[in-house]
T-cell receptor, first 110, second 113 residues
Framework: AQRVTQPEKLLSVFKGAPVELKCNYS??????LFWYVQYSRQRLQLLLR??SRESIKGFTADLNKGETSFHLKKPFAQEEDSAMYYC????????????FGTGTSLTVIP | KAGVTQTPRYLIKTRGQQVTLSCSPI?????VSWYQQTPGQGLQFLFE???????NKGNFPGRFSGRQFSNSRSEMNVSTLELGDSALYLC????????????FGPGTRLTVL
């Protein structure tokens, strides 16, 4: 069965510290990988997708096919980064649908 | 462009009733997907409609159904409601391909008593 795991439900870091949100997936084939974010009282929205290789709001994500991971990283966390983050593989055995992880709630402590 | 809209925003129903939720996608978007969000299970894919046809379906019982109209607006219906159906139901629209960026609505909060 296709699975996506975000091992940390809650993550707290101090402002200015590096942050890494983990995502591991197990799928046949090669899914396309996304990170979605939900800020307080806002809608769920796309943060970044692997294929575009962009850095959004200072976040990057590296696909490691050997470890089947797609961890989200930012070198210096900001208070406005506090939000709920979801890893979402698509395709490559997911049946052409998004499988969202259960999410990681990030709190950046001032 | 106006964003994805969902109506109603809140609903309270009792077990055994049925409910219909509505979603209006971003203008020009032809794909509409529905998700159920609960604290325990997170976001789970229900189904996707494209050009009035169900293109993909998640692993939910047949009580959950949907449809899409020619103007791309979509409705989701849940029959014979159960307590476990209490959740936030999110709708997302995208341009064409299923893997296009999903633009989410604010959700409909359904409470089943």
């Amino acid at each position: 069965a296709q699975r996506v795991t975000q091992p940390e439900k809650l993550l707290s870091v101090f402002k200015g510290a590096p942050v890494e949100l983990k995502c591991n997936y197990s799928y046949s084939g090669s899914p396309e990988l996304f990170w979605y974010v939900q800020y307080s009282r806002q809608r769920l929205q796309l943060l970044l997708r692997h294929i575009s290789r962009e850095s959004i709001k200072g976040f990057t994500a590296d696909l490691n096919k050997g470890e089947t991971s797609f961890h989200l990283k930012k070198p210096f966390a900001q208070e406005e980064d506090s939000a709920m983050y979801y890893c979402a593989p698509f395709g490559g055995g997911t049946g052409n649908q998004f499988y969202f992880g259960t999410g990681t709630s990030l709190t950046v402590i001032p | 462009k106006a964003g994805v809209t969902q109506t109603p925003r809140y609903l309270i129903k009792t077990r055994g009733q049925q409910v219909t939720l509505s979603c209006s996608p971003i203008s020009g978007h032809r794909s509409v997907s529905w998700y159920q969000q609960t604290p325990g299970q997170g976001l789970q894919f229900l189904f996707e409609y494209f050009s009035e046809t169900q293109r993909n379906k998640g692993n939910f019982p047949g009580r959950f159904s949907g449809r899409q109209f020619s103007n791309s607006r979509s409705e989701m219906n849940v029959s014979t409601l159960e307590l476990g159906d209490s959740a936030l139901y999110l709708c997302a629209s995208s341009g064409r391909a299923s893997a296009d960026t999903q633009y989410f609505g604010p959700g409909t909060r359904l409470t089943v008593l």
